[in-house]
Structure formats: C-alpha cells, structure tokens
C-alpha cells in the first residue's frame, strides 16, 4: 500500500474530539488545548507514515493509536505537580532535582505565606510601607559581617545586577582564568556582556598577575571582578592574585572589587574537617566591597542570589530598576528567612543540606548496614548486597576536589542490567534516583532523607519484582 492510502487512514481531529474518553475532558479553558494536542497528535503520525515508521494496519487501528496517544498526553497533563524523588546518588546539591531540599521550619514558613497575606511590604507597627525582605537583609548581612545585603532570585541575577550597576555605563575587569560556564550552559562572558560597557579581560587561562588588574584599572576598569572557579581548578603552572592583593589595588586606585563566591558557605566547614572552602565572614574580613553567593547551594536554602558588602553599593543596587525585575517572591522570602533564623541560632541540623554535608562517617555505615540488611531480608538469594566505602559529592559545581568520605550499599543482580534496573525505579512513585556501575546499582545512605526508608526499599522490591516478598 502506497503513503497517500497510509494516510487516509488518520482520522479527523473532530473524530477523536468526539470520542468519550477525549469528549469528556472538555472543559471551557481546555477546548483550545485540546484541540492543539489532537492536531500535534495527528501531524506526528502523519510524519511516521511518510517516513515508513508505522506498519500497515486498519483504518481502527490507527485511530485508536491516535486517539489512545492523545489520551496518554491528556493524562500526563492531568496528573500534573512535580513527582517526588528520592535521591540515593549522594549527591547532595543535585541540580537536576532542585539543590537543597529545605527543613521542616522552611516548609512551615512556605505554607503560612501561601495561605494567606504577609507583612511583605508593609510596617505593622507604623502601617506604612516599606522595602521587601528586609528582615531577609539584616540576618545576610549580620552573618556574613557585611554592612548591608540584599536578595535577588539566583546567583547569576546577583552578578548581573551588581555589574550592571556598577560597570554599566563603565567596564569590569576580570581574569580569563575566571570566565567560567555554570549549569545549563550559561557563561559568565555574555552575562558580564549583557551587564557591562565594556569587558576587559586579563591575564590567561592559567596566569594572572597584579599588574594586569593595575594595566585594566587604567584602561578604564570601573568594577573589579574575581570568580571562585567552585566547579573546576587549573593546576600546574598558575597564577592568580589573592583576593587581598586585589582589595588593595582597588582601594588604592578607588575602584571597587567584587567576588562572586558562588557556592555560599556561611558555616565555617573546616570546623567539621571539610577543608578547601573559606566561610562567607572569613571572606569579607578581606575587606572586599561586595561578594554574590547563591542561596540553594551549601547555604541550604530556597532557590536564590545575595549580594553582600558596602552599604553604599548595595543601596545604588537596590535603587536601579533591574533589582525590581529580579526580586524574590513571598514564598521565597519565608523559607530564607526561616533557614537564616537557623543559622543564627545555632540549630545547624535544621539545615538538611549542612546537616548531610557534615554527616557522621560512623552514622552513615550504620544507617546503609539497616538498608542492606531489610533489602536482604525481603529480597531472594538472586541478589548479591555488600557495603562499601566511597565518596559523596556535595554537588551543585562546589568543592569539586574535595569529596566526602561515605558508605554505599551495592546492589547486584546476576544476569540483569543495572541500567534497566535504574530506569524501573525512575519510573515509579516516588522516583528513585541511584548510581549504576557495570551491573550494580549504589545506594548512597548520605542523601536518603530521614523517614524515606519504608519508600525506598518498597521502590526496590518492585523494581526487582518476584525477587523481593511484598508484606
């Protein structure tokens, strides 16, 4: 049979608009969406056919195929929310499935600002208005000993605004060493040449001296940028200038000098043995103008950017209009605040991402030996489990050279592939995320969270299917 008969065979789009299990789905904003979804499903299989990807079969057949396919996508729609996961990488800041997850005092504080209305801009006391996350402001500065801060909705947003703000009708200056890429291919070149007059790039890859901050300063630099490289280092034969040097080159020629650190550890990690990082107040003791971190990163809060230092710089921030564009929303505002108020109280295991940072090595073993033995006990003599040393990774482009000593349960199913094992348990509620090498899959206790046990190794037992006695 020729293409033009294959395709008489799809059906009409008021065919299967008609149909009840489509018909009945109709509602007055969804008519539209629909009727897309349909005419999507139609020209998709129209394309199959002219390429020869779908064999010959009747005119039902093909329409219950469509009809059947555009069900499935009604439902994927109807099903809706973000599915939840269980992260057995050890991966802790995994930017694929949202960074840190946040505490039970976070979580509270989300809910209470989503349920009704908040003091957001408002001064109860005087009923006038006022700045939005204020209270936000004062704990950043006051932790990180900066005389003022202020909150934008990621790290790059920091960047650009302080940029744009202070380099915008002049340049930044910043080390080719330092240009990196970030997550989902953003490079901080084009974000620099978005924000700034001019770029002025100095040094190389590998060396950059003193005196080419000096030569950028009398080329016209208005701002000077040093980036921690969180997700990568050079090493070998390198130069780069200390970040106190900098300072004073820039107090010395009266330009400012910004550091984007990036990954924002405010509690000082070298206290628990976890070196290569100085802590948020170590840094501006430096005497820096400003430094940007994100907020989602080893800080452990909701998605965000801060810009922290010189109260001057930060109010000229804080007065240009793109800080309007780039300002957190309520809910954001109360977890951070919430997980800030954690800091300052010293309630640390609070924090879920500092707390699995910083995770007891003996505590780890003993909690993957529970996990091995229940999935021992549930599971057939099919599986072979062990428990094995490794290493965690904080994750989210931080202390890439300085992974965590962890505990692993092994995994391994004679004559099966890991690989198809993995995917069973992607696949189901909640998902389940593991590492897989050669024929094994990993269990990293480190990023299991506290009472997800029962679900994991439930999501085990049906992924291994009859090799595991459901109770």
Not at 59 to 79: C, G, M, W, Y
Not at 206 to 226: I, P, S
Not at 344 to 356: H, I, K, T
Request: proline fraction near 3%; glycine fraction near 10%.
């Amino acid at each position: 049979m020729d293409t033009r008969a294959h395709l008489k065979k799809l059906p009409s789009v008021e065919r299967i608009l008609e149909d009840p299990r489509v018909a009945g789905r109709i509602t007055l904003l969804s008519r539209r969406g629909i009727t897309r979804i349909v005419r999507e499903t139609i020209e998709a299989f129209r394309e199959r056919l002219i390429e020869g990807g779908m064999a010959a079969s009747s005119d039902a057949n093909v329409r219950a195929s469509v009809t059947d396919e555009v069900v499935r996508k009604l439902e994927a729609i109807e099903r809706g929310g973000q599915r939840r996961v269980i992260n057995a990488t050890g991966v802790i800041l995994h930017t694929n499935i949202g960074r840190a997850p946040l505490g039970e005092g976070a979580r509270r504080a989300i809910e209470q600002a989503a349920a009704g209305y908040v003091d957001l801009e408002i001064d109860l006391e005087s009923g006038t208005r006022t700045e939005r996350g204020v209270r936000v402001s004062r704990l950043l500065a006051l932790l990180a000993d900066a005389e003022d801060a202020h909150a934008v909705n990621n790290n790059a947003a920091a960047v650009l605004l302080a940029v744009e703000t202070l380099a915008g009708a002049g340049a930044v200056a910043v080390s080719r060493g330092e240009l990196v890429e970030i997550g989902g291919s953003f490079r901080l070149p084009e974000i620099l040449a978005h924000a700034a007059g001019r770029v002025i790039e100095i040094g190389t890859t590998n060396r950059t001296h003193r005196k080419d901050y000096e030569k950028a300063v009398r080329n016209g630099a208005t701002l000077l940028l040093k980036v921690h490289t969180s997700n990568y280092r050079v090493v070998g034969y390198t130069n780069e200038v200390p970040l106190r040097d900098l300072v004073e080159i820039g107090r010395a020629h009266g330009v400012p000098v910004m550091y984007d650190q990036g990954s924002g550890v405010l509690f000082p990690l070298a206290a628990k043995g976890i070196e290569g990082e100085e802590s948020l107040g170590d840094i501006m003791a430096t005497g820096v103008d400003l430094m940007s971190f994100s907020m989602d990163k080893v800080l452990g809060g909701p998605q965000g950017g801060a810009i922290v230092g010189r109260a001057d710089l930060v109010a000229r921030m804080r007065e240009n209009h793109l800080a309007r564009a780039l300002r957190l929303d309520k809910l954001t505002l109360a977890a951070l605040e919430s997980v800030l108020l954690e800091y300052w109280n010293g309630r640390f295991d609070e924090v879920p991402a500092l707390r699995m940072i910083t995770a007891d090595l003996d505590a780890a073993r003993a909690r993957a030996g529970e996990i091995a033995a229940r999935i021992k006990e549930r599971c057939a003599g099919e599986l072979e489990v062990t428990i094995e040393e490794a290493e965690s990774s904080i994750g989210g482009g931080s202390f890439p050279s300085n992974p965590l000593r962890s505990v692993l349960v092994q995994i391994t199913l004679r004559g099966s592939r890991a690989e198809k094992i993995a995917a069973r348990l992607r696949a189901g509620s909640p998902a389940v995320l593991v590492r897989v090498r050669e024929q094994s899959v990993m269990i990293d206790p480190r990023t299991v969270l506290p009472g997800e046990e029962d679900a994991l190794i439930e999501r085990f037992e049906e992924a291994f299917g009859a090799l595991c006695r459901r109770e």
